[in-house]
């Protein structure tokens, strides 16, 4: 079995009873799933859990995928699902797109290269970092869900589109608006 299979591939394996093409699809997504999750369930612990129930969800109804939309997509689907069912059963506050970007910036600062130029360039590269974040935290949800997804996540027009539950022309303008919108705020920035 290959480690490099399309997800195709290996859902079919597992359809047809292979419990290790499964392991290598938890493998592949394993991470991404937790990351998604975590924008919903503060604790760590907890996150895990949600993130290993949205897995254990997405075999047990594997014979109902049909490959009409990408694995992950689909995948994607169920844990933010999950995660939503389980703030919802637990009566736990949901992070809000506000404190998601929050944490996304300061993930980002922790993580930012050194920059070897002059005071003054590492400070309007700051400022311009700062400018981004604010742009996308004051976009629409739908805006600010689609640039993130695409950005972010790295999907495609066609997986933001499922998961949106919209056309992907509905998201190639929402992700051309949020563009639009953030290229004119950083304009003075820039000039």
């Known amino acids: 079995m290959c480690d490099e299979a399309p997800d195709l591939d290996l859902v079919k394996q597992v359809q047809a009873g292979s419990k290790q093409a499964f392991d290598l699809l ?9 990351k998604l999750v975590s924008r919903y369930i503060k604790d760590p612990y907890e996150a895990n859990d949600v993130a290993q129930e949205s897995f254990i969800k997405a075999y047990r109804a594997l014979d109902k995928f049909r490959g009409e939309s990408a694995f992950y997509t689909w995948l994607y689907r169920i844990a933010i699902n999950t995660s939503k069912n389980y703030v919802a059963a637990n009566n736990k506050r949901m992070i809000d797109a ?15 290269h050194r920059d070897f130029g002059t005071p003054e360039r590492v400070l309007l590269k700051d400022e311009i970092e700062h400018a981004v974040f604010d742009v996308i935290r004051q976009l ?3 805006l600010r869900t689609a640039i993130t997804l695409r950005e ?6 066609e997986e933001i589109a499922s998961v949106m539950y919209c056309p992907v022309g509905t998201v190639r303008s929402r992700i051309f608006r949020a563009r639009e919108t953030i290229e004119k705020r950083l304009k003075p920035y820039l000039d």
């Open 152 to 157: 972010m996540e790295g999907m495609s027009y």
């Open 26 to 34: 938890v493998m592949r997504y394993q991470f991404k799933i937790l």
């Open 98 to 112: 506000n404190m998601e970007w929050s944490e996304i910036e300061r993930q980002f600062h922790k993580s930012n």
């Open 140 to 142: 629409p949800k739908e």
